[in-house]
């Protein structure tokens, strides 16, 4: 939860520590990314002439880097990556001076600036491994789903090694979050911005912000009040600076106080800073920023109060038009107009996009509305006025109705990557045009913008117990929406979270179909990422699950599932055994087609064993099978397997009829592939039996038919 900018537009490091010479809202917009896929950019340039108010402070972290550090007194150069330490309270524009670092130091890291924020917007610590995993993501290094934070966070230093860039983590609650995030990188930085030390990190001194001095505080009322009041009256402006604390929070919220009434003198801002009441046990230090704040709050509207209360629910700390008016309950527009204006008086600031159209160039639309966020320091002071101001009944309905909003912006975003003429691209036709999007590309670029927040509203559902039946659509909805836009093996990470979440749910309710299912996605997930043990253990228990309830679907899948996991092991006693009592299900629910698939797996874990009695057994009866069921197709491959299992048992000549059969069905069922393939088997079988010629004859003829289904 940062607090570099509380003002309208980006805030540059100049704005929040008293030197900007731009006006409100020309500010830069923000990190960009350059062309490299992944890889972050430098933060954009600020235009500003000079950065004034901390020079002291900017100084002294520019001679840190250069000291020699513990590990380098011997003339080596370390082995992980030098740590700089920027402590100071909320407020206190901590971030505003990492980022002026980073931007002078971008020049020196062509690998560019990653960034994490470590605390999330309730307050609590963000996850690490969810941490690494989203800096991986920024450097394009793709992770296996459900990976441990070990393995995450090992993982990233791997990536960094070799690496010349910034690692910036901001907000960070101790260290203990920062530690397994650091480079074993001499060539990177870590620029850390806490509230105290780092207590068990080597080698980091702390540069420690107080408050600015007056003339930067004035400054920084002028760039907002307009210079002809503060030269009007000197004094009293510095008054208002020392009143604020010289904390850039406060004075940038002051001064959009200020401007936003130009009829009033700096003498009324002083006088209307002290009319606000104190809580008698709010500490010194805190009690500029809770005066500011105040002053701003008392003088909104009643509705736009209400929304600046609610927004506090909004999921990963991020709002847009969207969340705000399903929050409050009222329209998409009169939301968008009053996070415009809470951005102008500094209560929220800007969140850059990466892009602000629709990524095939078309339109913005509206669902692409700018995202705000609620700078870190204002957390506290807004959640705390909705906790006094709104009943437990109404944060829940508010929360109920941007969940639902949510799900329906997931439907509409999923629709889009489905052909026009889709009865769920007609369905979405006929939505407000607000939940609408142009094009399968702004989608696209919704849901990528969106995707924290998104994964958190999951979270936030599932942790609300009362919301089990909305929260359960809503990860419905987002896994869809995920497999529509960005395939199984991109979305699988995300998939894994969302599984998980489901499970939680199921467990929580006792709802043992959802439960098998949940433990059946997560043991897929987990077979494919090698965790084996893993993924045996769930399979189980989603079929304890299923058979709970008697779900035929699910405890087959799971039988099936843990015959193919005993393959993967190279088990093929197991693998057999498992195959086949999901066989007796499917054979006792009539499902010929599932059952002459079986046969086949089966037989395949019987000829990987080396015993061809059984193997050719269990292939006979998928032959059979196929055959009653009218599947030419699959009668003819399974043929030629019965085929290949007779050649290994050291019977050509029956191979070789068989091998003939298999061709026969494969020309039935118009299997040019599968009919070449057979041909150049024949033609081997045929050379083993000493007719070269016959073999050249249909070696050549599935040479051809292999180059004709090959273009």
């Known amino acids: 939860m940062t607090d570099q900018a509380v003002g309208g537009g980006y805030l540059p490091p100049e704005m929040v520590d008293g030197a900007a010479t731009a006006a409100p809202g020309q500010w830069a917009s923000g990190p960009r990314r350059d ?8 933060p954009a340039a600020v235009t500003a002439p000079g950065f004034a108010g901390r020079r002291r402070e900017l100084k002294a972290l520019h001679a840190d880097i250069a000291r020699a550090g513990l590990d380098t007194l011997s003339g080596h150069k370390g082995a992980r990556s030098r740590v700089l330490l920027i402590a100071g309270r909320p407020g206190s524009g901590r971030t505003a001076l990492a980022e002026e670092l980073l931007r002078e130091l971008a020049d020196g890291h062509p690998d560019g600036v990653l960034r994490a924020t470590l605390t999330g917007p309730g307050g609590e610590p963000a996850d690490t491994a969810r941490t690494a995993r989203d800096l991986l993501a920024a450097l394009g290094v793709d992770a296996p789903p459900g990976a441990a934070e070990d393995d995450l966070t090992e993982q990233l230093r791997q990536a960094l090694a070799g690496r010349r860039a910034l690692l910036f983590l901001d907000d960070a609650p ?73 904390q850039p929070a406060a004075l940038v919220l002051a001064g959009a106080w200020l401007a936003a009434r130009p009829k009033s003198s700096v003498a009324d801002l002083r006088q209307a800073l002290h009319a606000v009441p104190l809580p008698p046990d709010l500490p010194t230090g805190a009690r500029p920023l809770f005066r500011a704040f105040r002053l701003v709050y008392d003088a909104l509207p009643s509705p736009a109060a209400r929304i600046l209360r609610l927004i506090t629910l909004a999921p990963a700390g991020l709002v847009d038009a969207h969340i705000a008016s399903a929050l409050a309950g009222c329209s998409v527009a009169a939301a968008a107009t009053t996070l415009g204006d809470f951005a102008t008086l500094g209560l929220l600031r800007p969140v850059a996009a990466e892009d602000d159209g629709a990524a095939d160039g078309g339109t913005p639309d509206l669902a692409l509305r700018p995202q705000y966020r609620l700078p870190g320091c204002l957390g506290p002071p807004a959640g705390e ?13 508010a929360r109920a109705r941007m969940l639902e909003r949510t799900v329906r912006l997931l439907q509409s975003c999923r629709a889009m990557g489905e052909p026009a003429d889709s009865p769920a691209r007609q369905k979405v036709a006929g939505l407000p045009r607000s939940l609408r999007f142009s094009s399968k590309g702004a989608a696209a670029h919704w849901l990528r913008s969106r995707r924290g927040a998104l994964l958190d ?33 991109a979305a699988a990470p995300d998939l894994y979270a969302l599984h998980g979440l489901v499970l939680q749910v199921a467990e929580r309710r006792e709802l043992p179909r959802e439960r098998a299912a949940a433990l059946l996605n997560l043991a897929d997930l987990d077979g494919q990422a090698g965790r084996t043990d893993q993924a045996l253990a769930r399979y189980r228990g989603a079929l304890e699950a299923a058979r709970s309830v008697q779900d035929p679907v699910a405890t087959g899948r799971a039988l099936e599932s843990l015959g193919g996991t005993y393959t993967a092991l190279g088990d093929w006693q197991r693998a057999a055994d498992w195959y086949g009592r999901a066989l007796e299900l499917r054979l006792a629910r009539g499902e010929g087609g599932d059952a002459a698939r079986l046969h086949g797996r089966i037989g395949g874990a019987h000829t990987y064993a080396g015993r061809w009695g059984e193997a050719l057994k269990a292939w006979r009866a998928a032959v059979g099978t196929y055959r009653r069921t009218g599947d030419v197709a699959g009668q003819a491959r399974a043929t030629g397997e019965l085929a290949r299992v007779q050649e290994y048992a050291g019977r050509p000549e029956e191979a070789l009829r068989t091998c003939l059969e298999a061709l026969d069905i494969a020309r039935k069922a118009g299997d040019g592939r599968l009919e070449a393939a057979l041909q150049l088997r024949i033609a081997d079988t045929l050379d083993r039996l000493g007719d070269p010629a016959a073999a050249r004859l249909h070696r050549a003829v599935g040479e051809r038919l292999l180059e004709d289904h090959s273009k």
Do not use: F, K, N, W
């Open 35 to 42: 062309g490299a896929a992944g890889r972050p950019a430098a």
């Open 457 to 489: 509203a999951a979270r936030i559902a599932v942790a609300d117990g009362e919301l089990d039946t909305l929260d359960r659509r809503l990860m419905a909805a987002l896994t869809r929406t995920l497999l529509a836009h960005e395939g199984p093996e």
């Open 174 to 246: 101790g260290a203990e979050q920062v530690e397994p995030l650091l480079p074993d990188a001499p060539d990177c930085l870590v620029v850390v911005v806490a509230q105290g030390p780092l207590t068990g990190i080597p080698d980091v001194r702390p540069c420690a912000l107080g408050g600015l001095d007056s003339a930067a505080g004035v400054e920084m009322l002028s760039r907002y009040a307009g210079p002809t009041r503060i030269t009007v009256d000197p004094r009293t402006a510095d008054s208002v600076a020392e009143d604020c604390g010289g």
């Open 385 to 397: 006025l909705l906790r006094e101001h709104e009943r437990p009944a109404d944060v829940q309905l």
